[in-house]
Each structure stands twice: as structure tokens, then as C-alpha cells.
């Protein structure tokens, strides 16, 4: 477990015993995780791999090869362990490291206990690791998860669901293809894709979905100006008629800015929360200036009907969400993801933000996760960043002790279930 000091121990100790909302994750299935093969080199999968990246061990077959479980773990382990000790003081490694020291009991990962701690591993690979690792281990109460294959997944009841938006990636007729093969609708024109739309949004509600989820700062800015609908229906029928070549990017964006909102609206109906990547994106090479939170403004102020649940804290520009937090009651800030980027502008955002921003609209954590086992120290790691930073606080006579643990008990728990209306019937 992380040290900490004095009261920010104390405060450590409380919150530990707060039931968690786990405010976004990737995990597959449990039926499909339980039939891979895992051994150490799967602890520093995802987002490790862009630090081994950053350190030297770029994509392509070598990477490849280092991941390949099928394949004999120590030949594998010696290409790993040079880029590993390059990276294994971050906060991306963290959580593995602390999982093979808490729970499966090994002081270190090293030539010494890589089989032993692969065989653990895989030895506990098996039903029912879900819900040891993230409700008997972590106290995670709930967790939302994000594109859930668009279906619940009856092997992990404790999750509830994003789904995807289905209005942008428009550059190719493979979206609206999925979109028809969903709804079971012809989509030629624009008002029957709009239709398509809102009828998806409608099944997802009925499946028990909570919100939609778009990560269009992946591969465009986040900004979404309105599109007149004249415009958009030019633009859609070039596109449906598969001209792809009078259809500019300009166009495309135009076209899903129109999309965009119309799914907005369609989530007011449904009363589904909005969710917006913002801020770092995963892997390597991405375009950070099309992320940050305050270009959402115009869309924010569009509607003031939506709830819109602002990912990642715009990390590392923390200070947008302090403007977006203070300006807008339907925004909320989450912080998932961000502890495992970086503990220390975490801290610097919670600083601001419980100065700046109502503090029924922060949630503390979110694993954002494939690797399951990981989860544990990424929720150390938010548990640790809240204490010193309420600690802090309470020394500088802002309030009591009593106020921090409230406050916890908020961030962790009762704004996302409040936010997602979790728990209502």
C-alpha cells in the first residue's frame, strides 16, 4: 500500500472504506478474459505499452512478439526488461507492481519471480475474477463500462453501460452500415440516419445503458459548431452515393457537428448522460491540440438540458475544466484515467477544483482499463491523491476533518451514482 503521513494517513485509512463507483472501463468480458492465456508481459499491456514505446520498444513485430502469451515466457521477459526498467518508476507501472506485491505477495517483478508470479496468474484466471479483484479487493460498488458490445454482460452484474456514438467517423459507408445492421432500418437519406439514430439510442436506454460515449478527439477537434441541416443533407448525399472524393475532411466534420448534436438531443429524450473524451488520448503521436475540454464551450452552452460527463479532466489541462466546472451546471468533471497519467497534476487539479468548482460535480475515479488486475493500484493511486489533497486543506483551517470525509464520500460515491441516476429503479 502507498505511505503516506500524518492526517493524510488517517484520511487514507477512512476513505479505503468508502464504497466505490468506478466512474469508466474497458474490461472484456470475464467469459472471454478467463479463456487468454496471461502471464507477467500482460501486466504491462495497455497504456503500458506507450511508455515501453516512449523508451524504445516501438510497434511493430518485436513488441508484438514480447505480448504473444502463446509463445515461452523468459525469452520473451529478457526483451522486455530493459525498456521495463526504463519505465517501471511511473505511474503507468504503478499498479502492476503493486498488485504483485499486495496480493499476490512477490517483493518485486524480476528474472528471480516472473514464473512464478505468471503461473499465479494464470492460475487465478478463472470465473469469478472480476469480482474478487474489483469487489472484494478494490470495494468497488459499481463500475460504468464503456461499449459493452452494446449488450449487458450477465457475468458482471455490478456494471452498467456507455454505449458508442454513432454519428461521427462518417469519412467511409462501413458506419452507416453498422447503423442499419443495428437498427435493421435503410438509411439513404439524412433524416432516415437521423431517425436510425435516435432509434439505436432508444434500444440502448431500454438494454439499461446510462449515457453515450464519444472519443472524436481521437482523430478530429472536439469543437462541434452547429451545421444547418440544408448543409448536411448536401453533404450526406454525396457521401451515401460513395463520390468519396467530392467529400473534403471540412465537409466530413461539418457533417458530423450536425450528427453530433442531434444525438445530444436524442440523449435529453432518453435522459442518458453525454460523455466526451477530453484531453491526453492513449497510445503515442496524437494531437492534444484537438482535445482540450474548452472547446466544447459552444455545445456545453448549446444545451443546457444535457448532462455532460467531461472525461479525463483534460489532462494535463486541468485549468479548462476549473472554466468549464464553474461556468456550467450540466457539466461534470471525471477523473478517470487521470491518477494513473500523473499523481501530481491529479493533485493540482483537485486543488483548483474543489476551490473553484461545486464539489457535488467532481468524481474521483475511473480505472479505464483492459487488464482487470490493474485496477487495484490505479484506485490507490486516486485514493492517495484525494487524502493529501483534502489533508492539505483541512491544515490550512478550510474545514474539518469531518468535511474531508464528506467530501470522499461524495467525489467516490454519491455524485456519479446522483449524475447516472444509478441505483433509481
Same mark, same amino acid.
Given at each position: ?107 518485486? =517483478? ?23 479483484? $474489483? ?8 463500475? =460504468? ?30 458506419? =452507416? ?19 436510425? $439514430? ?65 444525438? =445530444? ?75 494513473? $497519467? ?84
Amino acid at each position: 500500500m502507498l505511505q503516506l503521513k500524518g492526517l493524510a494517513a488517517d484520511l487514507l485509512e477512512e476513505i479505503a472504506r468508502i464504497p466505490v463507483v468506478d466512474c469508466h472501463e474497458h474490461l472484456p468480458a470475464e467469459a472471454g478474459r478467463v479463456k487468454q492465456r496471461v502471464d507477467v508481459a500482460s501486466l504491462f499491456s495497455h497504456y503500458c505499452k506507450a511508455d515501453l514505446e516512449a523508451a524504445g520498444l516501438i510497434q511493430g513485430p518485436e513488441q508484438d512478439e514480447v505480448f504473444d502469451t502463446t509463445k515461452p515466457l523468459l525469452p520473451r521477459w529478457q526483451k522486455l526488461k530493459p525498456y521495463l526498467q526504463a519505465i517501471r518508476f511511473g505511474s503507468y507501472a504503478y499498479p502492476a507492481f503493486a498488485y504483485v506485491r499486495d496480493i499476490l505477495g512477490f517483493d518485486d =517483478i524480476d528474472d528471480s519471480t516472473v514464473e512464478a508470479i505468471s503461473r499465479r496468474l494464470q492460475d487465478d484466471n478463472q470465473p469469478g475474477l472480476y469480482k474478487r479483484i $474489483m469487489q472484494d479487493l478494490c470495494g468497488i460498488e459499481l463500475a =460504468i463500462e464503456c461499449f459493452a458490445g452494446d449488450a449487458a454482460k450477465p457475468d458482471q452484474p455490478f456494471f452498467v453501460y456507455l454505449c458508442r456514438e454513432r454519428g461521427l467517423g462518417m469519412g467511409s459507408a462501413e458506419p =452507416i452500415e453498422q447503423l442499419e445492421r443495428g437498427t435493421g432500418r435503410s438509411i439513404h437519406t439524412l433524416a432516415q440516419c437521423v431517425e436510425a $439514430m435516435g432509434s439505436y439510442l432508444e434500444e440502448q436506454k431500454r438494454a439499461g445503458c446510462v449515457g453515450m460515449k464519444t472519443n472524436a478527439a481521437y482523430w478530429r477537434s472536439i469543437e462541434c459548431p452547429d451545421t444547418t441541416a440544408s448543409r448536411a443533407e448536401t453533404i450526406f448525399a454525396k457521401l451515401r452515393s460513395g463520390i468519396r472524393s467530392r467529400v473534403s475532411d471540412v465537409e466530413m466534420e461539418e457533417l458530423e457537428n450536425y450528427l453530433m448534436r442531434r444525438e =445530444i438531443e436524442f440523449c435529453i429524450e432518453q435522459d442518458l448522460v453525454v460523455a466526451i473524451h477530453t484531453g491526453y488520448q492513449a497510445r503515442n503521436r496524437n494531437d492534444i491540440r484537438h482535445a482540450r475540454a474548452t472547446l466544447l464551450w459552444s455545445l456545453l452552452y448549446s444545451y443546457p438540458r444535457a448532462r455532460f460527463d467531461l472525461f479525463h479532466g483534460s489532462f494535463p489541462y486541468v485549468s479548462d475544466m476549473t472554466v468549464l466546472g464553474k461556468y456550467f451546471q450540466n457539466v461534470s468533471l471525471n477523473m478517470c484515467w487521470m491518477h494513473l $497519467m500523473g499523481p501530481e497534476v491529479s493533485r493540482r487539479a483537485l486543488r483548483e477544483w474543489l476551490d473553484a468548482v461545486p464539489v457535488t460535480k467532481i468524481f474521483a475515479f475511473g480505472g479505464d482499463y483492459h487488464v482487470v488486475e490493474k485496477v487495484y493500484g490505479h484506485l490507490q493511486l486516486a485514493r492517495a491523491d484525494l487524502a493529501v489533497v483534502l489533508a492539505e486543506k483541512v491544515e490550512e483551517g478550510r474545514f474539518s476533518k469531518a468535511n474531508a470525509l464528506e467530501i470522499a464520500r461524495l467525489l467516490f460515491n454519491e455524485n456519479p451514482k446522483r449524475w447516472y441516476k444509478l441505483g433509481q429503479g
